[in-house]
């Protein structure tokens, strides 16, 4: 089932060695969601 | 997960209404989603951010998570996760971003 984002606030944790940040804000914005903030991280 | 997003997820969670909070990760591997999972529903597994001993249990998934994708225009997931979502041991990742927020997430 899907996860309803509609108006959900968002926090974006990315990853530089996986899917950054920006890509992740476009996908979910798409789904309705509020983006409340977001980083790319670098876990090596 | 680094101090500085810890901090800006603690503050978010005491701002907002944590239940209507959702945290999204791109971790490239199993282990690393895992941790910031951890981080952001127990606390910080390694007991050194603002989030030690912090349990938020925040509704945490990654991107590659069928959920998620469903949830996100088709056209826009493919062009922006297809590459990655091709590349990364989806499988893996998902399964556990998602025992963690099974077991810890309060929401």
């Not at chain 2, 912090?54 to 949830?71: M, R, W």
């Amino acid at each position: 089932m899907a996860l309803d984002l509609k108006g959900k606030k968002v926090i974006i944790i990315g990853d530089r060695d996986g899917v950054p940040a920006p890509a992740i804000e476009e996908a979910v914005k798409s789904a309705g969601a509020e983006v409340i903030f977001s980083a790319t991280e670098c876990f090596v | 997960m680094d101090m500085e997003n810890q901090a800006r997820v603690k503050a978010a969670a005491e701002k907002y209404n944590p239940e209507e909070l959702v945290v999204i990760l791109g971790g490239g591997e199993a282990e690393s989603s895992g941790l910031a999972a951890e981080t952001v529903t127990v606390g910080d597994p390694a007991f050194a951010g603002p989030l030690a001993g912090v349990s938020l249990g925040l509704k945490v998934y990654h991107i590659l998570e069928d959920e998620v994708k469903e949830a996100c225009d088709p056209k826009v997931y493919e062009e922006q996760i297809g590459m990655m979502e091709m590349v990364l041991d989806k499988e893996a990742i998902t399964q556990e971003v998602r025992r963690i927020r099974e077991q810890y997430s309060k929401y």
